[in-house]
């Protein structure tokens, strides 16, 4: 039943590793554009998982274990991210601390510019990252059972020791998982990047590029090295969170 | 010593009402009550798990309604035993060593003397998911009792083993309430594992309690046709008293052993009516009645006699059964001691 659904993650995606030539691959690699846009992608998606880990974590565990009016509104702007078309979250960005909105001009004062910057990258693909890692780590933390934090406290734990013995040994998982999706998330962001900062270029930015002015073939090679470095980031992350074997 | 003041809490749904409650240094004090009756609810009020909307309690004479849990000084074993499954059973039972003033060398004498008689000393490295019932009981005990609690409260210790295990587990409980001299607080629902272990205890129905007293008080003397029930009484009716010691039962004349004033409920334990198909019983009273359904409950039977407009229920062995013939419809002849009425 599952076969076709397999085939069409299979084929295009082998189609794309196996087409381009290795000579290719290695000359891309040589390129300097190629390499700082490969780093640029991976260093801004591992800088926005770190944000949304920062500021993730609290809202998930209140988001888990509390209840409160108007808790629903915040569990649908969280979702709201996925849903809403690239472009637009972009746009949005754009309105909100573009060089004519106010937000912006007050930045660009103390010297912090969003348009066109790293930062603002880090920003967009925070957007639309932190919604799958604050759903996974929710997630959970609701699987923690509260009566293991009611029991840790009444063996003299603390709430923070509580949280640090009991809680995250048992969410961490939830958490690299979160981190994980969430880099996914923001590594393959084009749609709200491009209208925010075409340059400097991040990688899926740098093969539309290559695409358009130079065709398939160029843009492939750029292509292959992201996918490589997604894999190899996403494997070692899978193995490193394996769970332990309970003896 | 713990004492409960007038504590009330409220939740959606339920309440527990003005509750008043007074444990004793060295007690094993049992909360007794049908399942949904707020027992555990007190319980983890008691603990400071849930936030209390009136009332005190102290420990020891020092307030403790406000403390948070991790400072009262109080364990807590869990009906489902709430043990950390990243940790193996050492690290569990050692948990909450490290936030209280315990020398080294008394807690590892602690952590010694539990192991041996919990027998746990081939399970230290095993994780909680591959325990069975008992084991986890068992490390959750240790895992409270290290810390030298000055009170334990147990939720329901026996519901969720075995019966096999549950004779082991009341005997483990009653020689550590013996030989630690901790003072135990258990919530239970049957009434014939609290014969076995308790000293004191409180009946409590819908958020109520209704009588406290020594379990032999509550076993003895109920104040409460719920009482009465819950402590076995299954014979309870309302009377109308006559003169002295003689009440009225639906027409019935009944002779008790101590006179009645007030008095308005007879209770009868079911095993206290006498099956004497000849009339031979002295000392009490005798009626003449039919049997109306038989239940067998596998060693004895549940009887149901009908002395005319009172319904009784006897508890019968087997053999007597047998022994006078007896079934639905039977006329036979039942004796009830004048001494095993109880009136409140």
Known sequence: MSLPLIFLIIFPLGKMLLMPEFSDLMSALKERVVLEALGRSLFTALAATAVAMVFGTPLAYIMARKNFFGKKVIEGLIDLPIMIPHPVIGIAILSLFGRNSILGRMLDRVGVEIMGSLTGIVIVLVFVGAPFYVNTVKAGFESVPIRLEKASRTLGAGMTSTFFRVTFPIVWRNIVLGAVMCTARAISEFGAVIIVAYHPMTAPVLIYERFTAYGLKYSQCVAFWLIAISLLLFVMMRLFSRPRRIQ | ?344
């Open chain 2, 1 to 344: 010593m713990i004492e409960v003041n007038d504590l009330t809490i409220h939740l959606p749904g339920f309440s527990l009402k003005s509750a008043n409650l007074k444990v004793e240094d060295h007690d094993f004090f049992a909360l007794i009550g049908p399942t949904g009756s707020g027992k555990s609810l007190l319980l983890e009020a008691i603990m400071g798990l849930l936030p209390v909307d009136r009332g005190t309690i102290r420990l020891n004479g020092r307030d403790i309604t406000a403390t948070p849990p991790e400072e009262r000084g109080l364990g807590i074993v869990y009906q489902d035993y709430a043990l950390f499954p990243h940790l193996d059973v050492k690290a569990n039972i050692l948990f909450g060593v490290r936030y209280h003033a315990i020398p080294e060398k008394e807690s590892q004498e602690r952590f010694r003397f539990l192991v041996d008689t919990m027998n746990l000393g081939h399970l230290l490295t095993r994780h909680p998911v591959t325990l069975s019932g008992g084991e986890k009981q068992r490390v959750a005990l240790s895992r409270a009792l290290i810390l030298n609690p000055g009170v334990l409260l147990l939720d329901e210790p026996l519901s969720a083993l075995d019966p096999m295990l549950q004779d082991d587990l009341k005997n483990l409980l009653k020689s550590l309430h013996q030989e630690l001299g901790t003072t135990f607080v258990m919530v239970s629902h049957d009434f014939s594992d609290v014969l076995f272990l308790a000293n004191r205890g409180a009946i409590i129905h819908k958020g109520e309690i209704k009588q406290a007293g020594t379990i032999q008080e509550l076993f003895e003397q109920p104040g409460s046709p719920f009482a009465a029930q819950f402590v076995g009484m299954k014979n309870v009716f309302s009377i109308t008293p006559c003169n002295g010691s003689a009440v009225t039962l639906n027409g019935l004349d009944i002779q008790l052993d101590h006179p009645v004033t007030g008095h308005d409920h007879l209770a009868l334990r079911p095993e206290e009516i006498v099956c004497d198909p000849n009339g031979s019983a002295s000392g009490a009273n005798r009626f003449a009645g039919t049997i109306k359904k038989l239940v067998n409950r596998g060693f004895y039977y549940d009887v149901f006699i009908r002395v005319q407009e009172v319904e009784f229920m006897a508890q019968w062995t087997r053999r007597e059964i047998v022994k006078n013939r007896l079934e639905p419809g039977t006329e036979t002849r039942i004796a009830i001691p004048r001494n095993s009425l109880h009136t409140f």
